[in-house]
């Protein structure tokens, strides 16, 4: 694992109005590396995902990328650096088969300025086999065709193939059933494998402690503590996000209370 | 209108441990070419699925056949036969206009009207030696140019260059005196056409009136302006202007009509068995080759009949021949081949599917969603204005009420028959050539039929349409979601 984190926020603050969602939060992902979010309904996940996107301005803090101050205005500005979000919903075109939704508003173009179809049927599926992904019968099968986990195993190639070194999955795996939930997160382990960041939000701490390497529990848009996932249980986990402390991890007695 | 495109850059886990094992076997399904059997069983699980593409409507047009022709004896005389066609080209290209609308999920009750004011922009061009500011008063001329540079401003302000340069013709004509040309005069109407579709559009995509309100509006409003270009109970001929009368009255000479049927069904034969043969040999999925043959030999045959048939006299008295492809199936061919070229070959096309399909996902793929909605009613508003010229050359001039009424209504029927779904992201052109020929064909066979009354025609149009709607319906409430 190398030692400089390839994307860091550095003490996010965000209010709406009176009420301050994200107190200094300090966040870290390693590349080669799944980093797991977690916390409660209302604890600021999303919202320091949306920060990330560029979608919400921060109040104050820094994001470095790769070790140097960036500034994220927008989502473009994400998606240049190689940060790419699966959102929950999923965005993938019902209509359009597999092909056309990984390189949708990127098409590879012919000399004739038309679609160059085969160029983008062997990327997508060099992408696909690249990921071991062995559920998808053709590469050209329409996605309202597709079970969930493979819908899910298609966003998450489009985030592949466009070369992105950050992922941040929110609740990939919420809607799946049990073998689906598995191939999903055997494919977030591979993307770390194959060196990227990711950054995996769940309320489901079986794939959490399943797949990642490292949690970040946010209590009250507090982080309540960064910890190794071989260094923890199940049981403290749940205490951190509900309590914002276990034992001597996590926010102090105090502080816990009062941001109560 | 193509966006800037990047390359992908080699995707980074190619060259890792990962990819080596899998590639080919993962996907042996469509790598290369799939076999007959395979894309049969495809075929049938799509139409159980409810994908049943112009299924409907071909089954339509072959049982409608067989009941007319048998139930009349001059339903399959080459006089009749030879109108078909002719009837029902106003339909299809309004119809081939409004398929793109309909992929986005909208819809464009304007059309017909938009149609019939656009054709009264060329009657008057053509009938006033292209003075057309002469014919237009009461501010009417003014309100027309104010019109064009409206639309003119929202094209430029929304990079939509093809518009821009079209309306720039259509201003030009406008202010000089060069519509007395009537093949110009025939592209001024085109070019409002266009105006009208880039003003709706943006009323629609900019402003955010839902599509059914904007054109209710508009279907009523340019039925007045029309009444005001022509002046109260006028109406301008067409007839003695050769070129304009020529589209829906006169025909390609027989050895000509072999030449365009070669051209088109050949150079659709040829293209698409070279694209399943290259892809076969890129190892890519690739329909089978003897699908695609067999896909050609029927249009071949279908075509190779109908030329036959035009080629011979179907003019029953003694006098002049009558014999050939009407001018305006050609006219149809060009617009089905560039529109379907534009839908299936272009990231215009491409993402005016995904916009249809899904408005969110496009826009977070980076697609200017209003923009694309803005386009698709500029194109439709062109077609549609294609469509009102042949509708004026079929009538021999432009009516007070030309493109109201029905017009409309049997357009949207002919894309909807011929398998474009209402609910928007699945349609092709060539389902408005389907649909348009079985809405065309139910009054045609059932005034043949003295003992049928008018009142049927109506009724059974409407039924065809109930069925294929509902057919759109179920095929999307069994998909999976």
Known sequence: ?260 | MTEPTQTPPPPILANTAAAEAPTEAAFSVDAGATNLKDSVLAYVTRIRSGEVGALPAVAGLVVLLVVFSTTTKIFLTRGNLANLPTQAAPTILIGMGLVFVLLLGEIDLSAGTAAGLASAGMAIAVNFHGNIETQLKGGMFGAYIVVMVLALAVAARERLWPGVIAILFGGVVLVTHIGSNQVVAMLLAVTTGTAIGILTGFLRARVGIPSFVVTLALFLAWQGVLIQFLGAGNSFPTREFKTINALENTNISPVLSWVVLIVFVGGYGAFTLYTSIRRRAQQLSAAPVSIVIGRFAILALLGAFSVFFLNKNRNPNKGHVIRGLPWVVLLILVVLVAMTLLLSKTTFGRHLYAAGGNAEAARRAGIDVPRMRIAAFGISSSLAAIGGVVLASKQGGVPADAGGGNTLLFAVGAAVVGGTSLFGGRGRVRDAVLGGLVITIIPNGLQLHPNVGASYQYVITGGFLLVAAAVDALSRTRKPT
């Not at chain 1, 080669?32 to 309904?41: F, I, K, R, S, Y």
């Not at chain 1, 012919?110 to 599926?125: H, I, N, P």
């Not at chain 1, 086999?129 to 298609?154: E, H, N």
């Not at chain 1, 193939?161 to 941040?168: E, F, G």
Request: charged share 20%.
């Open chain 1, 1 to 260: 694992m190398s030692s400089t984190p390839i994307l860091e926020l550095r003490g996010i603050n965000k209010s709406f109005g009176a009420i301050q969602v994200l107190h200094s939060v300090d966040f870290r992902v390693y590349p080669g590396e799944v980093m797991a979010l977690v916390g409660d309904n209302g604890a600021g996940k999303s919202t320091l995902v949306k920060c990330v996107a560029g979608i919400y301005p921060m109040d104050s803090g820094e994001i470095l990328f790769d070790g140097a101050p960036v500034n994220i205005h927008g989502p473009r500005d994400a998606a240049a650096l190689g940060i790419e979000i699966v959102y929950q919903d999923l965005a993938l075109c019902d209509n359009l088969d597999i092909v056309q939704n990984m390189f949708l508003g990127r098409e590879n173009l012919t000399s004739m300025r038309t679609l160059d179809e085969g160029a983008m049927e062997r990327s997508a599926r060099k992408t696909l086999a690249g990921l071991s992904v062995r559920t998808v019968k053709s590469v050209r099968q329409v996605v309202s065709d597709l079970s969930g986990g493979q819908r899910q195993t298609v966003a998450i190639a489009k985030a592949v193939l466009w070369n992105n070194r950050v992922v941040l999955l929110d609740e990939p795996t919420a809607a799946l059933g049990v073998a689906q939930t598995d191939q999903v997160l055997s494919l977030v382990r591979r993307l770390a494998t194959n060196g990227l960041g990711v950054v995996l939000i769940s309320h489901n701490m079986n794939d959490v402690m399943k797949v990642a390497d490292r949690i970040t529990a946010l209590y009250l848009g507090k982080v309540a503590a960064e910890v190794k996932t071989a260094d923890i249980t199940h049981a403290q986990v749940v205490e951190l996000i509900t309590a914002g402390r276990t034992g001597n991890i996590g926010l102090k007695p105090a502080e816990a209370a009062q941001s109560a």
